[in-house]
């Protein structure tokens, strides 16, 4: 049996009934009639004498062990019921008695609950007796199933008297708790009785000195009144008495006096501490602002250091060296300093002021006077004012512009537009223009000269030609009265003002066509597997191409009808034209199971038979090719190829030409879609597909889009490479090393170029600049990512260059609190991280500004002791190429390798400041071929991206560049045009100017 716990010692009758008990006794209550029988005359067999000892020797009466029976049974209907189990109570309550436990007086067990302790209760062993023979127990022997059954209950009532000791033992802790509590709360409610106590004997006590003082002043008062006429010795213990009393309020008010002012003095003490300490906290806020942001400055690669990574240089053209345009204060990237149409070197030679546009001061510009064949160095004079006009004649292939009461400042610019969305409109005859003038004219006069083989070829008709504007806010075309001249093959109009206009036939432009749009899709074995095709570039093994196609369908919708066919050496068509889009494009995602042919990419051929699918073709159609191609054409046939580009144009067919991966000719399929109004696409990989869909959706809304969303500016594409920053870019900031000093992003701009380009060599031999020195070569052929070219290059990963870039993000690099010797230097965590990444520390010198502060600052800074200290030199690091090895050298050498090729004979820089229109068209025809050019603004290297023109003003363009010094945004840079005068003829210039700054724009042609 298990050892029992002291329990807490009871008296009287006191029934125990644990929950186990209770379900007991309930169990036994509820026994049917025929099993308590059953246990009634087991018990008497059993144990008859010791029934009738124990009634014999029970003290208790009769009426309290009927009492005692639950359910109103006696003791006479239940006891035989227990009577194999009296022992078992007898002996438990001697053995307790001794350990001071309560008696027990009834413990009910049920029947179920008994029989299944009796089961798991082993065999008991032989009784034992005492030394003098007699038996433990009282009564007859017991047979071998009841010495089992009474080991049995005895278990269980342990276990039973153990659960009811636990609880017992609970309530007494919890109640001695909570007498130990409510002892504490009387002795605290005792204390607060004496507190009140003896505040109520302090009050009677201070109530009784105030009555014996005003007692004393009564008898005081008293007794004044008494010896008012008395001698004059009384008037003085009179006196004498009222100056013990003033005493005693003096002294009572000085030290209530007192006590207040030391109050005061605490109270201004703490004020004054807890001012000091905000105006201590402020000031070190305000110096902190001040060194984030000086710390951001010298962690940005354009604050490093004073020196540029490509300085500017002047061209040739410009006849003036940079020290003479900076000794004669004249602005330096533009060849017109005033912007009055004269150049300097002009200017410098007729005498004129070139920091003045209007330099005799009549309110005319120079260039204006000087193409005006009048002199802008004479004196002002009454001939010559701001409000002389004149007829101006200007024009361009294929248009002359009168322009009438014009006043003589005005730059009046009239040229071809080169949106082919624009000049691809069903009806449209030759190219758009526009025409622009900055000043208010009388009258426009605008006079096109129609290519009549156009009209014909086309089948469009003459006699119903007009000149027609297009609202660059409706998207739409609006007829203009016009006069022809069939024998001048000229149409005339009058036109309201500045805008974009052009020749179209009526009939066709009043009729609503349909559109047409056939894919024709690269199915040669490049775009499979190396499992299905030897030797395959692996250009689309997920057939994103088909997704593509089905895509682009989705997005247009039931805007167009569809068609599609498939090439490579052959071609195959897929599916006819209809207006069934599902059929479509389950005919074209079926092409996965289609066994690939290896028989080359024929391009011309595939367009060719393209063309034939739109079958009969309404001149109002709008009928677009969307060919898709991952190679070279193997069809080495230029007169093919024309032949192919002059029946497209003859059914007013576009063709957008979209290459996927490196091996494509940009300029072969850049010449298809142009020739045809139509639009080339580069796409780096399968994934780059994606990117399109907005392109062909500018495309189809006149390559119009939105500059700013703020203000609805909008304005019109004029050339896009397709680069996507988030993509494309290298995933890397700048970065400063042992070979570029001064940052490393004209290398960078270099090989993003050539990478998305598929230009990029796998190995390459070193070279020598102009200078002299010498570059070393480099091998990636051991780098997968960058050998295949299928990576985008923002995943491509350098460990030299991610330890850069960890150092770029650290906060708090420098100890400003802490400047040592006029040197800014480094905290020792910043040490710690650059001697582990492999990165070298070198001072720079650095030209301190101090912070702008008012007075108030001032003498804040002063009192709390927070002066911000000046240094001339700082701690900065960069890239030791010679702590690299493996594929982290060959990348940093490929790097170096491109940063110096702008110093070679291998490139060409057009500058748009003097050589604007060349530069303007080297940078149209890089960026319509698929290449984000590398340009040089600010001395900083960037990738152009796409060029936009403004809607309202057409001498504005938009040129939107990725900047490896924030890789994380696009940056836009705009470009102002201007006419330049010179002596033989007239041409425009650019100023560059980002974010409200002007500098030098450059472009690099390799």
């Given at each position: 049996?298990?050892?029992?716990?002291?329990?807490?010692?009871?008296?009287?009758?006191?029934?125990?009934?644990?929950?186990?008990?209770?379900?007991?006794?309930?169990?036994?209550?509820?026994?049917?009639?025929?099993?308590?029988?059953?246990?009634?005359?087991?018990?008497?067999?059993?144990?008859?004498?010791?029934?009738?000892?124990?009634?014999?020797?029970?003290?208790?009466?009769?009426?309290?062990?009927?009492?005692?029976?639950?359910?109103?049974?006696?003791?006479?209907?239940?006891?035989?019921?227990?009577?194999?189990?009296?022992?078992?109570?007898?002996?438990?309550?001697?053995?307790?008695?001794?350990?001071?436990?309560?008696?027990?007086?009834?413990?009910?067990?049920?029947?179920?609950?008994?029989?299944?302790?009796?089961?798991?209760?082993?065999?008991?062993?032989?009784?034992?007796?005492?030394?003098?023979?007699?038996?433990?127990?009282?009564?007859?022997?017991?047979?071998?199933?009841?010495?089992?059954?009474?080991?049995?209950?005895?278990?269980?009532?342990?276990?039973?008297?153990?659960?009811?000791?636990?609880?017992?033992?609970?309530?007494?802790?919890?109640?001695?708790?909570?007498?130990?509590?409510?002892?504490?709360?009387?002795?605290?409610?005792?204390?607060?009785?004496?507190?009140?106590?003896?505040?109520?004997?302090?009050?009677?006590?201070?109530?009784?000195?105030?009555?014996?003082?005003?007692?004393?002043?009564?008898?005081?008062?008293?007794?004044?009144?008494?010896?008012?006429?008395?001698?004059?010795?009384?008037?003085?213990?009179?006196?004498?008495?009222?100056?013990?009393?003033?005493?005693?309020?003096?002294?009572?008010?000085?030290?209530?006096?007192?006590?207040?002012?030391?109050?005061?003095?605490?109270?201004?003490?703490?004020?004054?501490?807890?001012?000091?300490?905000?105006?201590?906290?402020?000031?070190?806020?305000?110096?902190?602002?001040?060194?984030?942001?000086?710390?951001?400055?010298?962690?940005?690669?354009?604050?490093?250091?004073?020196?540029?990574?490509?300085?500017?240089?002047?061209?040739?053209?410009?006849?003036?060296?940079?020290?003479?345009?900076?000794?004669?204060?004249?602005?330096?990237?533009?060849?017109?300093?005033?912007?009055?149409?004269?150049?300097?070197?002009?200017?410098?030679?007729?005498?004129?002021?070139?920091?003045?546009?209007?330099?005799?001061?009549?309110?005319?510009?120079?260039?204006?006077?000087?193409?005006?064949?009048?002199?802008?160095?004479?004196?002002?004079?009454?001939?010559?004012?701001?409000?002389?006009?004149?007829?101006?004649t200007v024009g361009t292939e294929g248009l002359t512009a009168v322009v009438k009461g014009a006043p003589i400042s005005a730059d009046i610019s009239v040229e071809k537009i080169g949106n082919h969305s624009i000049n691809g409109t069903p009806?449209?005859?030759?190219?758009?223009?526009?025409?622009?003038?900055?000043?208010?004219?009388?009258?426009?006069?605008?006079?096109?000269?129609?290519?009549?083989?156009?009209?014909?070829?086309?089948?469009?008709?003459?006699?119903?030609?007009?000149?027609?504007?297009?609202?660059?806010?409706?998207?739409?075309?609006?007829?203009?009265?016009?006069?022809?001249?069939?024998?001048?093959?000229?149409?005339?109009?009058?036109?309201?003002?500045?805008?974009?206009?052009?020749?179209?036939?009526?009939?066709?432009?009043?009729?609503?066509?349909?559109?047409?749009?056939?894919?024709?899709?690269?199915?040669?074995?490049?775009?499979?597997?190396?499992?299905?095709?030897?030797?395959?570039?692996?250009?689309?093994?997920?057939?994103?191409?088909?997704?593509?196609?089905?895509?682009?369908?989705?997005?247009?919708?039931?805007?167009?009808?569809?068609?599609?066919?498939?090439?490579?050496?052959?071609?195959?068509?897929?599916?006819?034209?209809?207006?069934?889009?599902?059929?479509?494009?389950?005919?074209?995602?079926?092409?996965?199971?289609?066994?690939?042919?290896?028989?080359?990419?024929?391009?011309?051929?595939?367009?060719?038979?393209?063309?034939?699918?739109?079958?009969?073709?309404?001149?109002?159609?709008?009928?677009?090719?969307?060919?898709?191609?991952?190679?070279?054409?193997?069809?080495?046939?230029?007169?093919?190829?024309?032949?192919?580009?002059?029946?497209?144009?003859?059914?007013?067919?576009?063709?957008?030409?979209?290459?996927?991966?490196?091996?494509?000719?940009?300029?072969?399929?850049?010449?298809?879609?142009?020739?045809?109004?139509?639009?080339?696409?580069?796409?780096?990989?399968?994934?780059?597909?994606?990117?399109?869909?907005?392109?062909?959706?500018?495309?189809?809304?006149?390559?119009?889009?939105?500059?700013?969303?703020?203000?609805?500016?909008?304005?019109?594409?004029?050339?896009?490479?397709?680069?996507?920053?988030?993509?494309?870019?290298?995933?890397?900031?700048?970065?400063?090393?042992?070979?570029?000093?001064?940052?490393?992003?004209?290398?960078?701009?270099?090989?993003?170029?050539?990478?998305?380009?598929?230009?990029?060599?796998?190995?390459?031999?070193?070279?020598?600049?102009?200078?002299?020195?010498?570059?070393?070569?480099?091998?990636?052929?051991?780098?997968?990512?960058?050998?295949?070219?299928?990576?985008?290059?923002?995943?491509?990963?350098?460990?030299?260059?991610?330890?850069?870039?960890?150092?770029?993000?650290?906060?708090?690099?420098?100890?400003?609190?802490?400047?040592?010797?006029?040197?800014?230097?480094?905290?020792?965590?910043?040490?710690?991280?650059?001697?582990?990444?492999?990165?070298?520390?070198?001072?720079?010198?650095?030209?301190?500004?101090?912070?702008?502060?008012?007075?108030?600052?001032?003498?804040?800074?002063?009192?709390?002791?927070?002066?911000?200290?000046?240094?001339?030199?700082?701690?900065?690091?960069?890239?030791?190429?010679?702590?690299?090895?493996?594929?982290?050298?060959?990348?940093?050498?490929?790097?170096?390798?491109?940063?110096?090729?702008?110093?070679?004979?291998?490139?060409?820089?057009?500058?748009?400041?003097?050589?604007?229109?060349?530069?303007?068209?080297?940078?149209?025809?890089?960026?319509?071929?698929?290449?984000?050019?590398?340009?040089?603004?600010?001395?900083?290297?960037?990738?152009?991206?796409?060029?936009?023109?403004?809607?309202?003003?057409?001498?504005?363009?938009?040129?939107?560049?990725?900047?490896?010094?924030?890789?994380?945004?696009?940056?836009?840079?705009?470009?102002?045009?201007?006419?330049?005068?010179?002596?033989?003829?007239?041409?425009?210039?650019?100023?560059?100017?980002?974010?409200?700054?002007?500098?030098?724009?450059?472009?690099?042609?390799?």
């Amino acid at each position: 049996m298990s050892k029992k716990k002291p329990g807490k010692k009871q008296t009287g009758k006191e029934i125990i009934k644990p929950a186990e008990s209770r379900e007991a006794v309930k169990s036994v209550q509820e026994a049917p009639e025929e099993q308590k029988a059953e246990a009634k005359a087991d018990a008497k067999k059993a144990d008859t004498p010791k029934a009738e000892t124990a009634k014999q020797t029970d003290p208790a009466p009769a009426a309290e062990k009927e009492k005692a029976s639950p359910d109103g049974e006696t003791k006479a209907d239940n006891e035989e019921d227990w009577t194999t189990t009296e022992n078992v109570y007898e002996r438990i309550a001697k053995r307790d008695s001794s350990k001071s436990e309560p008696k027990l007086t009834t413990v009910h067990i049920s029947r179920e609950r008994r029989e299944a302790a009796e089961e798991k209760a082993p065999a008991p062993e032989p009784v034992s007796q005492s030394s003098s023979g007699e038996k433990k127990y009282s009564g007859p022997p017991l047979t071998e199933e009841q010495r089992r059954r009474i080991a049995a209950m005895e278990n269980l009532l342990d276990h039973d008297l153990d659960e009811v000791r636990a609880r017992r033992d609970e309530a007494d802790l919890a109640a001695r708790k909570r007498e130990e509590a409510q002892k504490k709360k009387e002795q605290e409610r005792l204390e607060r009785l004496k507190a009140s106590q003896k505040f109520r004997e302090q009050q009677e006590a201070h109530a009784k000195e105030n009555a014996k003082l005003r007692e004393e002043r009564e008898k005081e008062k008293e007794k004044e009144q008494k010896n008012t006429r008395t001698t004059a010795g009384g008037a003085r213990s009179h006196g004498t008495s009222k100056v013990r009393k003033n005493a005693v309020d003096r002294s009572f008010n000085s030290n209530v006096i007192e006590l207040s002012f030391l109050r005061i003095i605490l109270a201004v003490i703490v004020i004054l501490a807890l001012a000091y300490a905000g105006l201590f906290l402020y000031s070190r806020n305000i110096n902190d602002a001040f060194f984030n942001s000086l710390a951001a400055q010298l962690t940005s690669q354009n604050r490093l250091v004073t020196d540029q990574s490509m300085p500017y240089v002047p061209p040739a053209s410009a006849g003036m060296t940079a020290d003479e345009k900076a000794n004669k204060s004249l602005e330096l990237g533009v060849a017109d300093s005033d912007y009055d149409g004269l150049s300097d070197l002009l200017e410098d030679e007729i005498g004129s002021n070139p920091l003045n546009s209007d330099t005799n001061g009549n309110k005319i510009p120079d260039g204006a006077e000087y193409m005006t064949g009048n002199d802008p160095t004479a004196p002002a004079n009454d001939t010559i004012t701001d409000k002389l006009t004149k007829d101006i004649t200007v024009g361009t292939e294929g248009l002359t512009a009168v322009v009438k009461g014009a006043p003589i400042s005005a730059d009046i610019s009239v040229e071809k537009i080169g949106n082919h969305s624009i000049n691809g409109t069903p009806g449209l005859i030759g190219q758009a223009y526009s025409f622009y003038s900055t000043g208010k004219c009388q009258e426009i006069q605008l006079t096109f000269a129609y290519p009549v083989n156009t009209v014909q070829k086309k089948g469009y008709n003459e006699n119903a030609l007009s000149v027609f504007e297009f609202d660059p806010n409706e998207l739409d075309f609006k007829q203009i009265p016009s006069t022809r001249n069939d024998a001048a093959k000229t149409i005339t109009a009058t036109v309201p003002d500045n805008g974009i206009y052009a020749v179209c036939d009526t009939s066709i432009m009043m009729q609503n066509g349909k559109t047409q749009i056939f894919f024709v899709i690269d199915n040669s074995g490049s775009m499979y597997s190396e499992k299905l095709c030897k030797g395959s570039e692996e250009n689309d093994i997920e057939f994103k191409r088909l997704d593509f196609a089905i895509n682009l369908i989705d997005m247009i919708g039931d805007q167009a009808i569809y068609g599609a066919g498939e090439f490579s050496g052959d071609y195959k068509n897929i599916v006819a034209i209809s207006d069934d889009r599902d059929k479509v494009k389950n005919e074209i995602s079926d092409l996965r199971n289609v066994v690939p042919p290896f028989s080359g990419t024929n391009i011309p051929n595939a367009v060719d038979h393209a063309i034939k699918e739109f079958g009969t073709i309404n001149a109002a159609d709008k009928n677009y090719i969307i060919l898709l191609t991952d190679g070279m054409s193997t069809s080495d046939n230029p007169t093919y190829d024309q032949t192919v580009i002059d029946t497209a144009q003859k059914y007013n067919i576009t063709i957008f030409t979209v290459g996927l991966g490196k091996n494509i000719d940009a300029d072969y399929l850049s010449h298809y879609a142009s020739s045809t109004n139509g639009q080339f696409f580069q796409a780096t990989n399968a994934d780059a597909l994606a990117f399109i869909y907005e392109k062909i959706e500018h495309f189809m809304s006149y390559n119009r889009v939105e500059l700013e969303k703020d203000t609805g500016r909008t304005g019109f594409i004029v050339a896009d490479s397709g680069f996507k920053y988030q993509r494309d870019g290298l995933g890397y900031n700048n970065f400063r090393s042992d070979f570029a000093p001064n940052g490393a992003d004209v290398g960078i701009a270099g090989l993003i170029s050539d990478y998305y380009t598929g230009a990029l060599q796998e190995k390459a031999e070193g070279y020598t600049t102009n200078d002299g020195k010498k570059i070393p070569g480099y091998d990636i052929s051991g780098i997968t990512e960058l050998k295949n070219g299928k990576v985008d290059l923002k995943d491509i990963k350098v460990e030299i260059l991610d330890s850069y870039g960890k150092y770029l993000l650290m906060n708090d690099k420098w100890e400003f609190n802490n400047v040592k010797a006029n040197l800014l230097g480094y905290t020792p965590e910043t040490r710690d991280f650059i001697d582990n990444a492999g990165l070298r520390v070198i001072t720079a010198p650095y030209e301190f500004k101090a912070p702008e502060e008012t007075d108030i600052e001032k003498l804040l800074r002063t009192i709390t002791f927070s002066q911000v200290r000046s240094f001339d030199r700082y701690e900065c690091v960069l890239i030791d190429s010679s702590y690299t090895s493996g594929a982290d050298k060959e990348v940093l050498n490929m790097i170096q390798w491109y940063c110096y090729l702008p110093y070679t004979s291998n490139c060409e820089i057009y500058d748009f400041g003097y050589d604007g229109d060349y530069a303007f068209e080297a940078l149209v025809s890089e960026l319509s071929t698929g290449n984000p050019a590398v340009v040089i603004y600010n001395g900083s290297a960037l990738n152009a991206v796409r060029l936009t023109r403004d809607t309202k003003d057409p001498m504005l363009f938009i040129l939107d560049a990725y900047d490896s010094n924030s890789p994380e945004r696009m940056t836009k840079i705009e470009l102002r045009r201007s006419p330049l005068y010179t002596n033989d003829h007239s041409s425009y210039q650019y100023s560059a100017t980002r974010n409200g700054t002007s500098s030098p724009l450059q472009i690099i042609i390799k």
